[in-house]
C-alpha cells in the first residue's frame, strides 16, 4: 500500500503586526463518548497557511455510550441543555456533531432541530448559528455538484438504512454501502483511519460520482481521504469534513484546507456552486 499522506507539518506566514486577527468560537454539542470530533476539526484547521484567524473549540457532551436507537433518542432529549451550555460561552457557530442520532429521527428533522437549537444559541451570541452534522453531510454532496454516492459507516444495518433514506429523501442516489457494524462508540473512535482505504476498495464505484469515506463524526476518517480521492478519482468527503466546511461557511470563510479532501478546497471556482433543486 502507498504510505498515506499526512500534514503534520505548517507553514508559518509572517503577517504584519497591523494584520487584524479574528477570532472565532466554534462550539461542539457531541456524544459523551465521543473522541474523535474535538480532535479532526483543529487538526484540519491547523493546516490552515495563515495567521489572520484564530479559532477556539468549546464542547457541551450528551450521555451515549451505544450506537442504539434507544440511546439516540435519549441523547437527542439532552440536546437544549446543551445548547444552553454553548451559549453561556458565546459562541459564533456550533455542530450538533452526532449524524446518526438526527437521521434517524427522520428526513425533516435535521432542519427542525438545527432551527430550535439556533434559536436557543441566540441567547449568547444574536448571529450564532446551529449547524447539524447530517444537514452539513446533505450540503457537502450538494456543493460537490454530484448526486450518486457511494459511503461507509461503522452503524449496524439498520442504522445505515436510515442514513440512506434521508441521503435518498434530499436526492442523493446512494449507489453502494458498507456497514461496519460496531455498536460500541468508543470503539469507533478507536479505528485506524487507515483501513478506510482498503474497505474503500471494496466500495462498487461504477456509478458513483463521490464517496463518502465515513458517515460519522466519530469514525476517524483524516489520513485516508488524500489516498481514497487519488485511488478512485472521486471526490471524497466525511462528516467531519462536511460539518467544518458548514461551519466556516456560517463564519463567512473561503479557505483551502490541506488534505481535507475537494470539499475543502473552498476557493475552487467548481466546489463554490452547490445544487439547486
Do not use: W
Given at each position: ?9 505548517l507553514?508559518?506566514?509572517r ?8 477570532s ?25 497557511v495563515?495567521?489572520?484567524h ?27 441543555r ?44 444574536p ?22 454516492v457511494?459511503?461507509v ?10 442514513v ?34 482498503e ?41 467531519a ?12 470563510l ?24
Open positions: 500500500m502507498k504510505p498515506l499522506q499526512r500534514y503534520r507539518h507553514r508559518k506566514v503577517v504584519s503586526p497591523d494584520t487584524p486577527v479574528q472565532h468560537r466554534i462550539g461542539m454539542v457531541v456524544p459523551s463518548s465521543n473522541t474523535t470530533m474535538e480532535t479532526e476539526l483543529p487538526e484540519l484547521l491547523h493546516r490552515v495563515g495567521e489572520r484564530r479559532f477556539t473549540f468549546h464542547a457541551s457532551r450528551m450521555r451515549m455510550k451505544k450506537v442504539s436507537l434507544k440511546e439516540l433518542g435519549q441523547m437527542n432529549a439532552q440536546a437544549d446543551c445548547t444552553e451550555e454553548l451559549s453561556d460561552a458565546d459562541v459564533d457557530v456550533a455542530a450538533y456533531a452526532c449524524l446518526v442520532a438526527v437521521m434517524s429521527e427522520g428526513p425533516d428533522f435535521a432542519v427542525e432541530i438545527g432551527e430550535k437549537l439556533t434559536q436557543i444559541l441566540k441567547s449568547g451570541h448571529s450564532a448559528e446551529m449547524i447539524t452534522s447530517a444537514g452539513a453531510l446533505i450540503q457537502g454532496v450538494q456543493r460537490l455538484g454530484v448526486r450518486k457511494a459511503l459507516t461503522p452503524y449496524m444495518r439498520p442504522l445505515t438504512d436510515l440512506v433514506e434521508c441521503l435518498e429523501e434530499a436526492g442523493i442516489e446512494v449507489v453502494d454501502t458498507i456497514s461496519l457494524e460496531i455498536p460500541d462508540n468508543l470503539e469507533v473512535g478507536r479505528r485506524n483511519p487507515e483501513d478506510l482505504v474497505i474503500a476498495r471494496n466500495l462498487d464505484l461504477t456509478e458513483a460520482e463521490a464517496v463518502i469515506i465515513s458517515a460519522c463524526v466519530q469514525m476517524p476518517s483524516l489520513e485516508a481521504i488524500p489516498q481514497v480521492e487519488e485511488e478512485t478519482g472521486l471526490p471524497v468527503l466525511s462528516a469534513t462536511a460539518t467544518l466546511r458548514a461551519i466556516l461557511e456560517s463564519l463567512n473561503s479557505l483551502d484546507i490541506p488534505g481535507g479532501g475537494q470539499l475543502l478546497q473552498m476557493n475552487h471556482s467548481q466546489f463554490r456552486i452547490g445544487v439547486e433543486g
